[in-house]
């Protein structure tokens, strides 16, 4: 039998009229969109329909809309009797594996990523950090660049192990244009500069994090029902207090995406269904795993598509 593990994007998957076609169709999507409008008191629903995509970009929004996409799309999924044996979410994400294990209500986990994303805006002043994508380095190397670059006091990390030859770095504005210089001399292909809000997953988000301790130290976080391969492990989660612990060390901590996809490839994992808007991760398995089935489910048609392929497998 095949196994199979559902993956949920994080941010910058975000798109105006995501998760519209599945909503117009589902009752049990529209009714999650309704739940996150109700918990947040506001229109989230209708940015996400709408846009202005500059507003839905922002971490305060992108956050709870995200999380809100997936779960709507995985409700539908688990109706049609599409269920997952493994659970994995890319940053934030994880919070939507959580929604999925029975760790985390989808009420809480909405509330508590807006809270996320509110400090994680605060954390650094605008322009004062940055992010940039390595390509064709590896971690090895590019964290001795890094490593170097701090020791000169200038604080950058690797914060994104995405792929084989794909990371991202994360840090002070100074610093991730010296380790970017410097990686560039050494031999990697190209550096490109993200359009984030600030630099996530480093040292710099440590303030964040302090405070985002007491946001989660007040939700439920219970044991999972299905097994959460967690970010800064890369390894099988199901205890709800260390759970939330390393929900915490998440916002300083790299992303270990690659290590996280070879983990679920080692328990027997050959089918990934990317549950949210894009099909960013199931470009990533593949760079891992080329025989890897992939299918991502963000509208009506990839939604029939994986049904079709999934009926009876499991």
Not at 201 to 209: G, N, Y
Not at 227 to 255: F, H, M, R, W
Not at 285 to 299: G, H, L, N, Q, S
Request: glycine share 8%.
């Amino acid at each position: 039998m095949a196994k199979v593990a559902y993956l949920f994007p994080g941010q910058g998957s975000q798109i105006v009229g995501m998760g519209q076609e599945i909503v117009n169709a589902h009752e049990s999507a529209k009714n999650i969109y309704s739940k996150a409008d109700e918990q947040l008191n506001e229109n989230l629903s209708g940015l996400m329909f709408e846009g202005p995509q500059e507003d839905l970009t922002k971490t305060i929004n992108a956050q709870p809309a995200l999380l809100t996409s997936s779960v709507a799309i995985m409700s539908v999924l688990r109706e049609n009797n599409i269920h997952a044996d493994y659970l994995a979410g890319h940053s934030l994400g994880e919070y939507s594996a959580l929604v999925a294990s029975g760790s985390m209500s989808f009420e809480d986990a909405v509330v508590t990523v807006r809270k996320r994303g509110e400090l994680m805006e605060q954390a650094v002043p605008n322009g004062e950090g940055k992010m940039s994508a390595v390509l064709g380095m590896d971690r090895e190397e590019l964290k001795m660049v890094t490593d170097l670059v701090t020791e000169q006091g200038d604080p950058v990390q690797l914060a994104n192990l995405n792929c084989p030859g794909q990371i991202v770095i994360s840090g002070s504005a100074a610093g991730v244009e010296k380790a970017s210089l410097l990686a560039k001399e050494k031999g990697a292909k190209r550096c490109l500069p993200l359009h984030v809000s600030g630099p996530f997953h480093s040292s710099l988000m440590k303030p964040a994090a302090k405070e985002f301790e007491e946001v989660i130290s007040s939700v439920t976080v219970n044991n999972a029902t299905i097994p959460v391969i967690a970010n800064v492990t890369a390894d099988v989660e199901l205890d709800g207090n260390k759970i939330k612990k390393l929900l915490v060390a998440q916002l300083y901590s790299p992303v270990l995406w690659e290590d996280t996809i070879q983990k679920l490839i080692s328990l027997g994992v050959d089918t990934f269904i990317e549950v949210g808007p894009g099909k960013v991760l199931s470009g990533l398995v593949k760079k891992v795993e080329r025989r890897a089935k992939t299918f991502p489910v963000y509208d009506e048609e990839t939604l029939q598509i994986a049904l079709k392929a999934l009926k009876g497998v499991q």
